[in-house]
């Protein structure tokens, strides 16, 4: 593991981290470099409960409702995917430990990702970080993953060009297409999908779960052209399918 960037948010100014994982063993992305985006000195949990996860996650609904309620661990209402207490809050503590190195410049990051499929944001929205990062990381990649919910966010590096566009409604969705951009969207049922715009993610239950994200790599962003991706909520907490 290492740390790939160590700085401001591009959302609010406050410290930051971007972990790199070399092995994944996820059982939907297949073995893809994970990155972590982290607040730096908050645990995890403490970012969570009390909305300081904005630094990372910016406004994306499914972090919850902030709480000072004594007998919570989480915000209210949380909907992320992302299990904290897990992969997350292992990371920040091996951190906080001294555990990882601090890697620097263009050649060395892409090392990192040459020749390996990458997931932007395991955790944290990638635009909460200057996109050159990304670019390095990616530039010997066999491929990415990437979502985003900052289309609107001031300050923001959102890279439509590198990731999905996070769609909370088909409204959005549709705007985003306008735009040129494509969307990754949760939708109620396999019916909700709409024709000629957008496919089953090929991960789902529904279609099968006949691939994963390592071989499926169509969620890049426009740099891919390809339809955008729907798949079907799966119960609470899955709100948000990437994992
Ligand atoms: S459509 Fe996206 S989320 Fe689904 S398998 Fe492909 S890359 Fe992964």
Not at 47 to 67: E, F, P, Q, V
Not at 106 to 118: F, Q
Not at 187 to 212: F, T, W, Y
Request: aromatic share 6%; glycine share 10%; with cysteine.
């Amino acid at each position: 593991m290492m740390i790939i960037y160590n700085g401001p948010s591009l959302l609010d100014g406050k410290p930051i981290v971007v972990i790199a994982t070399k092995k994944s063993g996820n059982a939907k992305t297949g073995d893809m470099v994970q990155t972590y985006i982290l607040c730096r000195d908050i645990d995890p949990r403490d970012a969570n409960k009390r909305g300081d996860d904005y630094s990372i996650c910016g406004n994306c609904k499914h972090r919850g409702t902030a709480t000072d309620d004594p007998t919570r661990k989480l915000a209210k209402n949380r909907s992320c995917y992302v299990n904290i207490g897990q992969g997350v809050l292992i990371v920040w503590k091996a951190f906080q430990r001294g555990a990882y190195d601090a890697i620097t410049g263009h050649d060395n990051i892409a090392a990192i990702g040459a020749g390996r499929m990458v997931r932007l944001g395991t955790y944290g929205d990638p635009s909460a970080v200057p996109a050159w990062i990304w670019e390095s990381l990616l530039s010997q990649a066999d491929g990415w993953t990437g979502y985003s919910h900052q289309a609107d966010v001031a300050g923001a590096d959102y890279r439509p060009d590198m990731v999905m566009r996070s769609a909370d409604t088909e409204q959005e969705a549709r705007d985003a297409w306008q735009n040129g951009e494509r969307t990754f969207r949760v939708v109620a049922n396999v019916s909700d999908i709409i024709a000629g715009r957008e496919i089953l993610c090929p991960a789902s239950k529904e279609a099968g779960q006949r691939v994963q994200c390592h071989d499926c790599k169509l969620c890049a962003g426009s740099s891919i052209a390809a339809k955008s991706i729907a798949i079907p909520a799966h119960g609470a907490g899955a709100t948000h399918f990437t994992a």
